[in-house]
């Protein structure tokens, strides 16, 4: 069974930095496609960020030229690069696996805030 776990969430000021991690048991890993998604209060969850088990990325229009999402294969991790964060990026973020099935992580939360 894979278990995710996310971290590097926080308090950040506007204009400034976090880089997510989301690491993977098992191994699903290489082969899976990896996701970020966020959830804010009150609003349903959206997808921020994707990356293939080849390397290939998307991202949703709010994030583009801001996040940038990335894995290691021998870590068994993605990670999201988040610059310039604004206020509207508050919100609980969720790393997503999926290779036929689909496993969510629990979570990590970030404010962005002065």
């Known amino acids: 069974q894979v278990q995710l776990v996310e971290s590097g969430g926080g308090l950040v000021q506007p204009g400034g930095s976090l880089r997510l991690s989301c690491a993977a048991s098992?191994?699903?890993?290489?082969?899976?496609?990896m996701s970020w998604y966020r959830q804010a209060p009150g609003k349903q969850r959206e997808l921020v960020a994707t990356?293939?088990?080849?390397?290939?990325?998307n991202y949703a229009d709010s994030v583009k030229g801001r996040f940038t999402i990335s894995r290691d294969n021998a870590k068994n991790t993605v990670y999201l690069q988040m610059n310039s964060l604004r206020p509207e990026d508050t919100a609980v973020y969720y790393c997503?696996?999926?290779?036929?099935?689909?496993?969510w992580g629990q979570g990590t939360q970030v404010t962005v805030s002065s």
């Open positions: 990356i293939t088990s080849g390397g290939s990325t």
């Open positions: 098992g191994s699903a890993f290489n082969l899976a496609t």
């Open positions: 997503k696996l999926a290779r036929g099935f689909v496993t």
